[in-house]
């Protein structure tokens, strides 16, 4: 019995802190309005296009406790007033009782919330922390196990469950997907994401994001290959032709 309970205990989440990676006091592409982003340090993917390497390693980031960063969030109120706070990575579910923490401080004095995640993580504390958001922005790479196993190395199953999670909390969601030239850029490929998200009636929007090597220079600098270096960008205008396929409900 004893081993029972400390397999499903759930640490408390009012005496946490957690690894950061950077701050952004006006980002404008992390949910509605002019946001303050909370950069998480710590990713279990490994997505062949991510833009980001520096963020994988959780101990590379510099530690704060929610009070810390909600104290630095709150000098920017007057911007914010009809936007909020977004807590991105990284991957904010690898520090769920941060996450959780800041969340429900924020809300506690009226910012709206907003997760941007993979979906990877535990999901009993993924539902603490979705208790104290607003808005979930949700990345969906892709739509079978091979391909989140050869382009992310994750488990599209966790995906999958923590979508159902925001379903049946009703929490509005927002998908993204990067489209990548040959492996994920097709109009079967749209018709395909737009079709399993019909079991979701929370999604509000669809964005596709074209992809671009602008993280060369932090692989090179990192000593690591970039897996993606050979493949082109992603031209807008095609990037467009696929967007026009989303419905109207979800643009």
Known sequence: MNSRKKLFHVPSMKRCSGRIHSFQSMGAVDGPGLRYVVFM?????????CHNPDTWKFEAGEEFSPQEVAGKIRRYRPYLANSGVTVTGGEPLMQPEFTA????????????T????????????AERVLEYTD??????????????????????????????LTKKRGIP?????????????????IEKLVDFLTEYPNVEKIELLPFRKLCLEKYDAMGIPFPLADVPEMQ????EKLRDMIPGQYR
């Open 41 to 49: 340090q710590g990713c279990p993917l490994r997505c062949a296009y």
């Open 101 to 112: 923490e800041l969340f429900r401080i924020l809300k506690e004095e009226g910012f709206h």
């Open 114 to 125: 907003a997760l941007d995640t993979s979906g990877i993580g535990n999901l009993q504390l």
């Open 135 to 164: 808005l979930v922005l949700a990345d969906v790479k892709f739509l079978t196990e091979e391909e989140y196993r050869r382009y992310c190395r994750a488990d599209f199953r966790e995906v999958t469950a923590f979508l159902d």
């Open 173 to 189: 969601l927002w998908i993204r997907r990067v489209v990548v030239p040959c492996i994920n850029d097709t109009e079967e490929h």
């Open 236 to 239: 807008e205008c095609e990037t």
